[in-house]
Structures are given as structure tokens and as C-alpha cells.
């Protein structure tokens, strides 16, 4: 019988319209009450002027393990996920082999308990070997523990496979997550088509090649009555895509990483391999219509898009550095701070895309305070104001063009499953 | 040997600049003053024929990652022209090949008490990174598409010999504007001197972004030719594309080729450059290339010259 009592917190649950100032009670690992005593309890948090949430779940995270632990593994992942006050992660299939198989899935499962930081999640693999050309056992990695069906951070080009991974996957119930990009218009492309790129030669990224294809996989998901969710979302020609089909009840979602409103295209004039990501930091038009989707719900989950590379790899030049940035430590403040602050967001807005929603697309029973739900809180102090430093980082990688940033807002306490771990 | 002109006796103002990186961050001043040192060294050496060892003890590297022959040569040149001690590192026979990173490869070099580096590499902004993180000073020879900005300087230096004076020109770049290093450091030198520049050629090479930059889009040469100063004809950059931007090279010829033809529509004292190499028939026809008009050869003697005058003002620039 272990208790916590986390007292006068200002509780946000969107999944139950909650945000009141409350005493919650934890007791044997799930909710007890939301309107608590202060009895006894094993432990006390004092949570005046804070926020306590249903715990944050990214549901984008390469945690790299197997294949790539130079970058990240999954303990180091789930340890990051926790700094950054995530409770639970979804780990993409982007690792070497790929988790196409039920003995890799409990291989991550097996690792992320052994960690004991966070939940992890496996999203696997939606085509065999991540190939693009047959789908994997879909049925035999629910059974496993799947949470959802994707190809990673490399498009599902061929249609007719997309086609049938949404016609497929509607038996488990599971989502299908694509990446929408046409890798005919970006070929060896290094940043956004604009302005910028056109000063300073660098091979162009076009809106119009994550257009396309989110046309595309709308259109196959409207046809299939499936489940489809676009991964990392960045283009103001997507949003409005996105904002018609929804009007028209296509069971689309939509997810953003932080580098995609915190940032714009200029970001790269000082060449920085780690402004190097995909999708491309774009300009500010696109910026402004992704906050403007963010806001009237368009786009409906904030995910990290965590993506570690080791030094060595971003070391290089613009052209051969590889993409991506690890995210997991900043999501919540850059939205705290790009967002909520500036009023682009309320506070309950934001938790629902970094907990309650997630959830739901994912089918996992997390994301609330209901009592009886499992006890994984995150409390936040909105107004703390802190320092990214890379060098402190609990990621295994430090490819964070952050670094040295001012950002108000952070976890201060993270509970997982009754457990305190930060 | 010869003696020093006065006016390099001592380091020139307004340059404080250790790096050469491009033609965009450059003030007007600043590329006056580069394009002065070049031809004070052009008259004080029999156009580059002479040694002015005012660079002795000092040591630079060319690192070129990207093949290139005029560039490579003249930089190495122009070091010995002024006493410095100059070395060639080659891409293909060095441990780049063994999987090393650019900035290992240069740090290992500077260690070798190296002055100035100068860099070819087909990334945008390998320059730019290494001067960043080197101590020695970083001449950009040539950054993908980016920026070449000897390049720019020597064409402009050509021009400005021929006519006196860059403002009030009109200078057209023809061709593939979007893949040219060449096109950015010429629009950015010529515009901070005051000439109108025009981008001209297909659409999928020039796009109408390019008039954000202030310069005039035109896709018809015909159109342009006789409003022009001077047409410098830049090369199709065949090896930087995949889906080709235009039909046929016969198809590019009929419509971008310098030739007679349109040498007749031009004004009389046009001139005609290209940064080279060209592709003769491509845009630029033989008769034309080597015709009364072009000045494509004293471009290559320029480029010594402002080579010289680029070694010259990094390395005597105050730390």
C-alpha cells in the first residue's frame, strides 16, 4: 500500500474537462480520488502554482536500439523521456533490423522494462524489413504488443501497400502512420524550397513533396475507412489539406514536432547540421499556418519526432550530415514557451495534444486522471525558467540546435505507474 | 623582385576580414578595396608575371574536395607570386577517402602550422564550418551553389577595367542560375556596386523568386541581349541535376547560345564572359567565344590577381 498526495495542484485533464486547483491522491499505482484530504500519505508533493497533468506521451520517438546505440538506446531514450516529462513513449520501427517481428518487439519491451523509466510503446514496422513492398504479420504484432503500423521516417510510396495496411489494420483497431513525403520531388533535398535555400545553394526541399503525398494518404484513408495519422506535419498546403478532410469526417490525425513552430528556415544561414532535419524547418508563412492548425485543432498531437544522432554522424558537411534532432528534452518547454506563453494555446490545449489525444490514436489506456486510471502524472511549473544545456542531456545524443535557448516551463515531477521517477 | 606598391606597404582599410566566405556579408567598401589590391598587384607585376613576396613565411593549402582547373591553379599560383609557401591536398589520395570528416582532415592539415586554407567542397557551407573551427584563415573556393567569391570579384574586376566603373550596368548571367556559386557572388558583388543585373534562363533553372533578391528574371535572351553591358554565360551543371530542367542541349543551344545572331542584336562594346569551363555550342558558340568582344581570358589573368589580393588581405588582416 504506497500513497502519494500531490497537493493544491492546478489539475488539467482534458479527457475529463478538469482544471481546478485539487489535492489528487495515487494509491497502488493508480488514481484514488481527485478531491482529497490531506491525510497521510508516503509521500507528499507540494504542487502550489503547478500544473498537474495526465502523464505526457510522445508518440514519435526513434529510440534507435538495435542496431544504432552510438545514437541512443532505449534506456537512454526512456531516461531522456522522463527530463523531459514524458510518462510514456512510442518508439517508430526505424532501427537495425527493423521491428518487424514479435522477437523484436519484446526485445524493446523487454529492454524498456529493464530500464524501468517510461512506458514504451512499439510502433511497428508496416511493410516487412520496412521495405515498402508486402505487409509485415500486422495480426501476430498486435498480438505482440504493436500500437500502431508504420514505416518510420521513410514514406509508404507504393499506394496500393497503404491501401492495404488501412484496409488491414481496421480489424486490430490500429492506426496506420505515414510520413507524408514524394521522395521523387526531395531527392538529395537539405532544407526548405524558399528563399533561403535559394541564397545559399542548398538542395531544395518543396512544400509540395509532404503536400502531395498527405493528399494522397488522405484520399486512400477516406476510400478505406481506415485509420491514418500523418507523422510530422509541417506545410501550410498539409494543414489546409488536412482542416478540408476533416471537415468531411476522414479519420485522419496529425502530429507536429516542436523544431516545426519553434523554428523557420533561417535558422540555417549559419549552416548548423543540426537545423538538418525532415521534414525541413520552413518558413515562416508555413510556421504560421501549422500554429493556426495547431489551434483550431487540425493538428492534434505535439510529438517530439526525437531523433538522436551521434556527433560523429552530424560533424559533416550540410550535404552529408544526416537529418534529425533529439527532441525528447525540449518538446514541452518549446511548447510551453512557443504556445502556450504567447497564447496560441491554453494550457488544457496543450495537454491534450501531449497526453490525452496521443492516447486515443493510439489505443492506449493512458492519458487521464480518471480515477481508477493508471498513476502516471506529470507536474509541471509553468513558470520556471531554465537553460537548455545538451552537455547535462540524458539522451545519448546531443544533435540539438537548442542549446543555450531560454525557455519557461518544465516538469518538475514525473510519475510513472504510482512510481516517482524525477 | 620588386618592390612593393606604397599603397599595400601596409594592411588596407576597411578590411579586417580572416575569412573570404562570400560576396553576401561583403560591403561595397570592402569589395572596392579587394578589387583595388588586385589591380595594384596586376600593375605592380607585369599582369602576375612577377614575384612581390610581401606573403614570405607565410603557408597556404588549396583543399579541394571538387575537381576544378583554373581555380586550383591560380590560387596555388598566386601564393608563389607573393613568396608564400603553397601545398595541394588532393581529396581522392587522402584519408577523406578512408572515411575521415572534412573538419578532422582540416584540423590535421592546420596542424601542420598552415596559414590560410582554401576550400572547394560540393556542401553549401563546408567553408563556412571550417571557419568556424579553425584558427588558420578560410578562403571559399567554390561551396556547392553557394557562393564562389573570388569568382564574383574577378569577373566584376574584368568588367570594371573594360568600363570604368560597375554602377549604371547593365550585366546579364545566362544559364543555369539556380545551381551557379558563380550567379550568387556576382548578383550580390554587382548589385552592392550598383549595376542592374538580370538572371535570364529556363524557367526551371531561373525562378521568379530570384526577383526578391532585386535582380530583373528574364527567360528570353533575345529579348535582353540588347540592353546589356556585359552577358556572362554561365555552364549547364549537368552533374548537379536529376530530372533534366530542359529538354535537349540542342533545344538550350537554340534558345541561350551566344552566337552571331544575336551578336548582331547586341550593343557593339557588349562583353562577353564566361566563368568557365565552357561548353562550346552549349552557351557560348565558338566564333563568339573567341571573338572581339570576349574577355574570357582576362578573366582567367584577373583571377591570379584577385587570388592574390584574397591571400593577401586574409592573411595580413589583424587577428
Known sequence: MSTILLKNGRLIDPSQQLDRVTNILLKDGVVASLDAQETYADRVIDATGKIVAPGLIDMHVQLREPGWEEDETIASGAAAAIVGGFTSIACIPNTEPPLDSPASIEYVRHKAARADKCNVFVIACASSGRKGEQLSEIGTLVEAGAVGFSDASRAITNPELLRRALEYTQMFDKPVLNRPELIELTHNGVMHDGMVSLVLGLAPIPAAAEDVMAARDICLCETTGGRLHLMSVSSSGTVEILRRAKARGVRTTAEIHPCNFALTDEALREFDPNCKVNPPLRSADHVAACIAGLKDGTIDVISSGHAPRASQKKMHEMTDAPFGMVSLETTLGLTATKLVRPGHLTWSQAIDKLSTTPARILGVPKGTLMVGADADVTIIDPDLPWTVDTSQYASRSSNCPFDGWKLIGKATNVIVGGVVKL | ?319
Not at chain 2, 103 to 129: C, F, N, W, Y
Not at chain 2, 211 to 226: P, Y
Not at chain 2, 237 to 245: D, H, M
Not at chain 2, 271 to 298: C, F, K, W
Open chain 2, 1 to 319: 623582385m620588386i618592390e612593393l606598391p606604397p599603397e599595400l606597404e601596409s594592411p588596407p582599410v576597411p578590411w579586417t576580414r580572416r575569412h573570404l566566405l562570400d560576396l553576401e556579408s561583403l560591403s561595397a567598401a570592402e569589395i572596392t578595396t579587394a578589387l583595388d589590391v588586385a589591380q595594384s598587384f596586376k600593375d605592380a607585376t607585369r599582369d602576375c608575371k612577377d614575384k612581390l613576396p610581401t606573403l614570405a613565411g607565410v603557408t597556404s593549402v588549396n583543399l579541394f574536395f571538387e575537381d576544378s582547373t583554373r581555380t586550383r591553379t591560380s590560387f596555388s599560383l598566386a601564393a608563389r607570386r607573393l613568396g608564400a609557401d603553397n601545398i595541394e591536398f588532393s581529396a581522392s589520395s587522402s584519408s577523406v577517402s578512408k572515411g575521415e570528416t572534412l573538419l578532422d582532415t582540416a584540423k590535421t592539415i592546420e596542424s601542420m602550422q598552415i596559414d590560410a586554407m582554401v576550400v572547394r567542397h560540393r556542401s553549401p557551407g563546408a567553408p563556412q564550418m571550417l571557419a568556424k573551427n579553425l584558427d588558420c584563415c578560410v578562403i571559399n573556393a567554390g561551396d556547392g551553389p553557394h557562393e564562389h567569391p573570388t569568382q564574383g570579384l574577378l569577373d566584376i574586376l574584368t568588367i570594371r577595367q573594360h568600363r570604368g566603373a560597375i554602377a549604371g550596368l547593365t550585366v546579364a548571367l545566362v544559364g543555369d542560375i539556380a545551381h551557379s556559386r558563380t550567379a550568387r557572388s556576382n548578383i550580390w558583388g554587382l548589385q552592392k556596386l550598383g549595376a542592374h543585373v538580370i538572371v535570364c534562363g529556363p524557367s526551371t533553372l531561373v525562378s521568379k523568386q530570384w526577383e526578391k533578391l532585386g535582380v530583373e528574371v528574364s527567360h528570353d535572351l533575345d529579348d535582353i541581349v540588347a540592353r546589356c553591358d556585359v552577358l556572362n554565360l554561365l555552364r549547364i551543371q549537368f552533374e548537379r541535376q536529376y530530372t533534366r530542367p530542359f529538354p535537349s542541349v540542342r533545344e538550350y543551344a537554340l534558345l541561350y547560345a551566344m552566337n552571331r545572331e544575336r551578336m548582331e542584336q547586341a550593343k557593339e562594346d557588349i562583353l562577353i564572359m564566361a566563368p568557365g569551363p565552357i561548353n562550346r555550342g552549349v552557351e557560348v558558340t565558338p566564333e563568339v567565344a573567341d571573338g572581339s568582344q570576349s574577355v574570357i581570358l582576362h578573366q582567367v589573368n584577373n583571377g591570379l590577381a584577385v587570388r592574390m589580393a584574397a591571400l593577401y588581405l586574409v592573411a595580413k588582416a589583424p587577428r
